[in-house]
């Protein structure tokens, strides 16, 4: 036995040091010559594959592929960690609009090309998923070695990436069904998506309620090396639980990540799984490079490169149209567009997915492969030319199709309240759905593992059914009679023909309370037992109402405490799409050894010598929000600026003289911009000085828009005029407020 496991134990292990040593050798020459690092790995795998004669070999292929494996759930964990739930939640229209347009296209170009030349189905269909998904990994290293990441361009992008990620995902799960069944049936897809939902949303709410408080109480037991071993512990505690309920290991990996991004140790952990996901990542992306076959690819090189220009110019356009189409200007539009022109890990992933299933062809892989890695190699080139083609498009196309381009940005920036039916509708739907996903998960869990273990006993049932029953009633009464979105409803209940859908949505929770009551009964007893135990568990819901109330605020509390921990400790941080020019908002630390500190604003003359406008200064837990011009800046500040690209990088380079350290933060989502178009209004053909602006907003004007020309950040000696579009920076509810109450007294005019 010993000898067995010596030498089963020996290829393994050479194996291992044979691909990191090639690993380590192809990444630092990479690293020399400036190429992305997963290009070096890709040929690192090619030397150590079996298809290339002139180099040691690995010669335990299954070993190889468990360590590959495990690549692919730490790179998904890393991925959950980076984007979390949250997060996709705060991504603006702009990055949804853009991802949607982009994966619908390039699916359905994908699948069309594929049938164009002479595949089957199943690689088409495949193709088009493979097609579809642009590379986080590749874009984020791109964007740190250009220095693009203020740019507001990178903001859309990495957006888009957010929501990629997570269609990548369901794409595994809906690939996975339509591999096994080998037929597009809608209903078995319409079946796995309401599964993918269901736990999703069930998992997500678990999770966030029982891990964070696991965290938090044994801080002061967690080193190091136990946050790690705990963090990969949760991890692999996932992919089980996802495999066992039929979805791949990577979703359980990547919903874990998204769980522990929600809590405080978020930062902490991804600093302490990031060794070990860049090892085992190493290891899959140089797996991946070991498929590569030259007599393959020399077969298939007009396919491949039918397929390169196919997603380097069907992803570039595809996403310059959607981001053109969720408001966005031209040259914001194709510089996102360009930077999404490649294909990448999931690509992998998915390309693995069709081979594992054994229902696709051998040549897709490896053509998959090449055209990453050229697409890899061009994607740096494409966003240095972004610009440049920009400027030529910009000159070429008709001048009134640049005017209507640009006041559909501008309009599409606008911010717009949404009416008080839209935000009931909303809460009573995500009521809805949070709650009966967690009745019926705990009805499916009691009646499957507490059930069995009670039904021969006398009282089994019954016991079962009023431990269950106690367990539930928080939810039935939240489900039932909580009220959601107080101040809307009351509103709308004074206007007479909203009286009647309030009434009858509220009649429709109380239904569907009863139809899981009677479900949770009947699983229990029989029809008849189960009808008379009904009446009596409403009666006792009736009778104890409050106690329910407390009860279900206790666990509210604690989902809702856990959920915003990390924002009430660090300021939440998302890039902002705010303005329809260049400009955009970033923020940035003073440092402690900064020459600039103690000096006022006014002392600076941000906006006379660089062309900026501060909106906010973060001091601890105080934030100064449209900061007067004599505030100083003290070290540790953290400021908000506003300015186009290139302002934004002459004030870096400002910066970058007085301070040793300026990490890069995003902007506080509490400041917003709000468009105003002066229409007899009292200020107008006054400056912007003697109108009080900010006296009456606390806001400031940050720019102008005039006969469509436009004027970022304008003097405070420009004099208003009737017809001006004014974009206003502050605070969004006394923004809010005062634009009520202008719309208020223009009605009354």
Not at 497 to 502: D, E
Not at 632 to 643: A, K, N, Q, S, Y
Request: net charge neutral; with cysteine.
């Amino acid at each position: 036995m010993t000898a067995s496991a010596t030498s089963h134990l020996k290829p393994l292990i050479s194996d291992l040091g044979l691909i990191l040593m090639t690993a380590a050798i192809a990444v630092l020459l990479f690293k020399k010559i400036k190429q992305p690092l997963v290009l070096g790995y890709l040929v690192a795998g090619f030397l150590a594959g079996n298809n290339f004669d002139f180099f040691p070999s690995v010669t335990d292929k299954a070993g190889v592929e468990v360590w590959a494996e495990i690549g692919i759930i730490f790179l998904l964990f890393s991925l959950g960690l980076e984007f979390s739930f949250k997060k996709l939640m705060k991504v603006g229209g702009s990055a949804s609009i853009t991802a949607t347009t982009q994966i619908i296209t390039m699916v359905i170009l994908g699948y069309f090309v594929g049938v164009a030349m002479g595949w089957g189905k199943m690689d088409s269909i495949f193709l088009g998923a493979i097609l579809a998904i642009s590379s986080t990994t590749i874009i984020l290293k791109t964007f740190d070695e250009l220095g693009v990441k203020t740019q507001k361009f990178a903001g859309i992008v990495l957006g888009s990436l957010i929501v990629q990620d997570i269609v990548a995902i369901l794409m595994l799960v809906l690939l996975s069904t339509v591999a096994v069944s080998q037929q597009f049936s809608g209903g078995e897809l319409l079946q796995s998506i309401l599964r993918l939902i269901f736990f999703l949303t069930l998992w997500f709410i678990g999770g966030i309620f029982f891990i964070p408080t696991l965290l938090r109480k044994a801080k002061s037991l967690l080193t190091d090396e136990m946050t790690l071993i705990i963090s990969i512990a949760l991890c692999l505690m996932m992919v089980i639980l996802a495999s066992n309920v039929g979805f791949s290991p990577a979703l359980g990996a990547f919903i874990m990540g998204s769980i522990i991004a929600e809590t405080t140790q978020a930062e902490h952990v991804e600093h302490l799984v990031k060794p070990v996901k860049d090892l085992f990542g190493a290891v899959f992306f140089v797996s991946v490079g070991m498929l590569i076959d030259p007599d393959t690819l020399i077969e298939y090189a007009v396919p491949v490169a039918i397929l390169t220009l196919v997603t380097i110019f069907g992803q570039s356009i595809s996403s310059t149209i959607g981001a053109l189409i969720s408001g966005q200007p031209l040259k914001q539009s194709i510089q996102t567009g360009m930077s999404l022109s490649q294909i990448g890990e999931f690509s992998f992933i998915i390309a693995t997915l069709g081979m594992t299933l054994n229902v696709t062809s051998d040549f897709l892989y490896p053509m998959v492969v090449a055209v990453s890695a050229v697409t890899t190699f061009t994607t740096p080139y494409m966003i240095k030319a972004a610009v440049p083609f920009s400027v030529f498009i910009e000159r070429k196309i008709p001048r009134k199709w640049a005017k209507k381009i640009d006041r559909y940005s501008s309009n599409s920036e606008s911010i717009k309240s949404a009416s008080n039916w839209q935000i009931v509708i909303k809460a009573y739907l995500v009521q809805v759905i949070i709650h009966s996903v967690i009745i019926v998960a705990i009805i499916l869990l009691s009646s499957g593992y507490v059930l069995p273990l009670v039904e021969d006993s006398r009282f089994g049932n019954a016991l079962a059914a009023l431990i269950t029953l106690i367990v539930l009633s928080p939810f039935f009464y939240a489900l039932s009679l909580k009220r959601v979105a107080k101040e809307q409803v009351d509103a709308l209940m004074k206007i007479r023909k909203y009286r009647g859908p309030i009434i009858m949505l509220v009649l429709l929770r109380m239904l569907l309370t009863l139809f899981f009551l009677g479900f949770l009964l009947n699983s229990f007893f029989s029809p008849v037992v189960a009808l008379i135990a009904l009446i009596v568990a409403i009666g006792a819901y009736v009778l104890f109402p409050k106690k329910l109330n407390e009860q279900y605020h206790k666990i509210e509390r604690r989902f809702v405490e856990n959920l915003n921990a990390r924002e009430i400790i660090q300021a939440s941080k998302s890039r902002s799409d705010l303005t329809p020019w260049d400009g955009h908002m970033t923020t940035f630390d003073i440092a402690k050894e900064s020459n600039i500190a103690g000096k006022t604003l006014d002392e600076l003359q941000l906006r006379e010598t660089l062309g900026i406008n501060v909106a906010f200064i973060r001091r601890g837990e105080i934030t100064i929000d449209i900061p007067n011009k004599m505030e100083r800046l003290f070290p540790g500040d953290e400021i908000c600026v506003i300015g186009t690209d290139d302002q934004i990088t002459k004030f870096q380079n400002y910066l970058d003289q007085h301070e040793f350290d300026i990490p890069e933060k995003l902007i506080n989502n509490d400041i917003i911009l709000k468009q105003l178009e002066l229409n007899n209004e009292l200020f107008i053909g006054k400056t912007i000085r003697d109108s009080q602006i900010r006296e009456k907003t606390r806001a400031m004007v940050v720019g102008i828009e005039r006969d469509g020309k436009r004027f970022l950040n304008p003097e405070s000696n420009l004099v208003l005029q009737e017809n001006d579009i004014l974009w206003i920076v502050g605070s969004k509810k006394m923004l809010q407020e005062f634009f009520d109450d202008k719309r208020a007294k223009n009605l009354a005019l």
